[in-house]
């Protein structure tokens, strides 16, 4: 797809092109995107994240609902796991909590009618993360949250993963942004189960074994960045009361604005910088200038 894989591509702050850190800048016009009037700026630039998570839905990378060639359910789906809760871990689990939540309201509709042959319900993703406070922001998004360390033997150590939870996830999406959670993705996704990466870390992982990979036959996908037109679609429902469907709700309302630690005025770009480097800051935003 030429969107993401040009031979010849800049990007922004990272390769050949200058960052945003400035009042003026110049793009090619293909690279702007109409924001709706009624998104905010300092909502709309969560496009580019949200459209991160958006490509994993893209690629066909997680299906909610199997069916056999009669058109029936089959089986719930796949069993989901998102590892990281940073703000890319983050808007993962806001688009996949919705598309689980259609998922089951699709199975309850279906139910009701007659229809599917009484299918297993899906299975809602799973993110794990370190931080309680942040995995709360998503906790009505259609994701069961939990701490990290409870894949693991010994939650004080944290080195033998579980048995409950090895090789136990058809899917696994790495967001972590550390090389080592590559390693714990691969010890929980099943044999011939799909591990996506999204982190795009450097660092390599001292000792780093790859002989899971092979004898379990897992599926590596890289994922990266997505449709900015889809992700301003749902931001246009951002402070809405939500979507719903047969009573069931399939939407719940995005409120981005949770993510906002600061905001700063380009002169007190230090301070913002200052403010990003802290481990409980989530997103600083910086006011390039005044309308």
């Given at each position: 797809m030429s969107r993401n894989?040009?031979?010849?591509?800049?990007?922004?702050?990272?390769?050949?092109?200058?960052?945003?850190?400035?009042?003026?800048?110049?793009?090619?016009?293909q690279n702007l995107h109409v924001v709706p009037n009624s998104i905010p700026n300092e909502i709309a630039v969560f496009a580019e994240p949200l459209a991160a998570a958006c490509r994993v839905v893209e690629q066909g990378l997680v299906k909610f609902?199997?069916?056999?060639?009669?058109?029936?359910e089959c089986r719930g789906g796949d069993?989901?796991?998102?590892?990281?809760?940073?703000?890319?871990?983050?808007?993962?689990?806001?688009?996949?909590?919705?598309?689980?939540?259609?998922?089951?309201?699709?199975?309850?509709?279906?139910?009701?009618?007659?229809?599917?042959?009484?299918?297993?319900?899906?299975?809602?993703?799973?993110?794990?993360?370190?931080?309680?406070?942040?995995?709360?922001?998503v906790k009505d998004s259609g994701v069961e949250c939990r701490l990290v360390k409870e894949c693991y033997m010994d939650e004080t150590t944290m080195e033998e993963v579980s048995p409950k939870h090895a090789n136990a996830y058809d899917v696994v999406i790495d967001s972590t942004g550390n090389p080592n959670g590559l390693t714990l993705a691969m010890t929980l996704c099943r044999p011939m189960g799909r591990l996506v990466l999204k982190s795009t870390c450097a660092a390599g992982v001292k000792g780093f074994n790859s002989a899971p990979i092979v004898i379990d036959e897992?599926?590596?996908?890289?994922?990266?960045?997505?449709?900015?037109?889809?992700?301003?679609?749902?931001l246009e429902g951002n402070s809405t009361e939500g979507v719903t469907e047969n009573g069931v709700m399939i939407s719940p309302p995005l409120r981005m604005?949770?993510?906002?630690?600061?905001?700063?005025?380009?002169?007190?770009?230090?301070?913002?910088?200052?403010?990003?480097?802290?481990?409980?800051t989530m997103k600083v935003q910086l006011v390039m200038a005044d309308e």
């Amino acid at each position: 797809m030429s969107r993401n894989h040009c031979p010849n591509r800049t990007v922004i702050g990272i390769l050949n092109q200058n960052g945003t850190f400035a009042e003026y800048m110049t793009l090619p016009l293909q690279n702007l995107h109409v924001v709706p009037n009624s998104i905010p700026n300092e909502i709309a630039v969560f496009a580019e994240p949200l459209a991160a998570a958006c490509r994993v839905v893209e690629q066909g990378l997680v299906k909610f609902r199997y069916n056999n060639s009669n058109g029936e359910e089959c089986r719930g789906g796949d069993r989901v796991v998102i590892l990281g809760d940073g703000k890319l871990g983050l808007c993962i689990a806001e688009i996949l909590g919705r598309e689980y939540l259609r998922a089951v309201a699709s199975h309850q509709e279906e139910g009701r009618n007659g229809i599917g042959g009484g299918g297993v319900a899906p299975h809602p993703p799973i993110l794990f993360g370190k931080h309680r406070h942040k995995l709360d922001l998503v906790k009505d998004s259609g994701v069961e949250c939990r701490l990290v360390k409870e894949c693991y033997m010994d939650e004080t150590t944290m080195e033998e993963v579980s048995p409950k939870h090895a090789n136990a996830y058809d899917v696994v999406i790495d967001s972590t942004g550390n090389p080592n959670g590559l390693t714990l993705a691969m010890t929980l996704c099943r044999p011939m189960g799909r591990l996506v990466l999204k982190s795009t870390c450097a660092a390599g992982v001292k000792g780093f074994n790859s002989a899971p990979i092979v004898i379990d036959e897992l599926q590596v996908v890289g994922s990266r960045c997505g449709p900015i037109d889809t992700a301003l679609e749902l931001l246009e429902g951002n402070s809405t009361e939500g979507v719903t469907e047969n009573g069931v709700m399939i939407s719940p309302p995005l409120r981005m604005e949770k993510y906002i630690t600061e905001s700063f005025p380009l002169s007190r770009v230090r301070d913002a910088l200052e403010c990003a480097a802290k481990k409980s800051t989530m997103k600083v935003q910086l006011v390039m200038a005044d309308e």
